[in-house]
């Protein structure tokens, strides 16, 4: 018999003390046991926005890098962020979990895919919903056929962002925007129950807000499995009609209610009528 110690904690560095950074380092504080956060690096937020925090700060990545000694790191920085530091870890053997999405461009993603097959370091993207309970029963029916063929997907993302959101400028330029910020988690989950994609037709438009990004947009997917599919985000005159009590978490719970809704409506409906021909 082998009998393992116990684990080395886990060393690990956070890119990014913002919105989301926040949440990776309040989890990791929450997990002594198993992981110890040795350093922040954002080059505007410092110390006095987490007075509860005890590991130092610093201004830039390479700083953490050499002064802290991670073993692993947290990428949740601006979406054009993503590519180069993230290839800069794969370069220095770091492991690292990278934000969604994994970067702003299908060219920036395949040199990061590049560097990390060479340097053969684990990555893991940010789409925590795979790892829901809904989601991982919706995934196991699926697969084992207890209700039926999947015969379509559809998601509708919508919420209202405040407008103090949009004072960060990256979100609101080429490499933000609601697909790749917001859509992308959807995005993932259709392709987690129902496949890979082959074509996608899509359209957007900047009419509401006039960004440089889109506040709108529609597609029709074909999955690999000849699966159709369709999502939309829906403009800000829509979303104002659509916000309900709780704000943007609650938007947010009640959108992955319905797509559990709607894949399991479209299951249970050809089951359904299976049964009728029985």
């Known amino acids: 018999d082998v009998t393992l110690g116990p684990m080395k904690r886990l060393r690990i560095g956070v890119l990014g003390a913002g919105l989301i950074g926040k949440r990776h380092i309040d989890t990791i504080l929450a997990c002594p046991d198993d992981a110890e956060l040795v350093g922040i690096a954002d080059p505007v937020l410092g110390a006095d926005k987490y007075p509860y925090v005890k590991?130092?700060?610093?201004?830039?990545?390479?700083?953490?890098?050499?002064?802290?000694?991670?073993?692993?790191?947290?990428?949740?920085?601006?979406?054009?962020?993503?590519?180069?530091?993230?290839?800069?870890?794969?370069?220095?053997?770091?492991?690292?979990?990278?934000?969604?999405?994994?970067?702003?461009?299908?060219?920036?993603?395949?040199?990061?895919?590049?560097?990390?097959?060479?340097?053969?370091?684990?990555?893991?993207?940010?789409h925590h919903r795979r790892y829901l309970q809904a989601v991982r029963a919706a995934r196991q029916l699926i697969a084992e056929g207890r209700i039926g063929r999947l015969v379509g997907l559809s998601v509708i993302w919508s919420t209202r962002k405040p407008e103090p959101y949009f004072d960060v400028e990256w979100r609101k330029a080429p490499?933000?925007?609601?697909?790749?910020?917001?859509?992308?988690?959807?995005?993932?989950?259709?392709?987690?129950?129902?496949?890979?994609?082959?074509?996608?037709?899509?359209?957007?438009?900047?009419?509401?807000?006039?960004?440089?990004?889109?506040?709108?947009?529609?597609?029709?997917?074909?999955?690999?499995?000849?699966?159709?599919?369709?999502?939309?985000?829906?403009?800000?005159?829509i979303y104002a009609a659509l916000q309900v009590p709780g704000g943007e978490a609650r938007a947010a719970q009640l959108s992955m209610i319905s797509i559990g809704f709607a894949v399991v409506g479209l299951l249970l409906s050809e089951w359904e009528i299976g049964r009728a021909h029985v």
């Open 55 to 126: 590991a130092p700060f610093f201004r830039t990545p390479e700083e953490l890098y050499e002064k802290a000694k991670p073993d692993s790191v947290v990428i949740a920085t601006p979406n054009n962020l993503h590519a180069p530091q993230g290839i800069d870890c794969a370069r220095r053997g770091l492991h690292f979990i990278i934000e969604k999405p994994v970067t702003e461009s299908l060219e920036s993603a395949a040199a990061l895919l590049r560097e990390v097959r060479k340097a053969d370091v684990k990555t893991l993207t940010g």
């Open 175 to 237: 490499g933000g925007g609601p697909i790749l910020i917001n859509l992308i988690h959807e995005i993932d989950l259709m392709r987690h129950l129902g496949g890979e994609m082959a074509t996608i037709t899509s359209t957007v438009s900047n009419a509401v807000r006039g960004f440089d990004v889109e506040d709108s947009a529609g597609a029709v997917i074909t999955f690999a499995s000849n699966i159709p599919g369709e999502t939309q985000t829906l403009p800000l005159a």
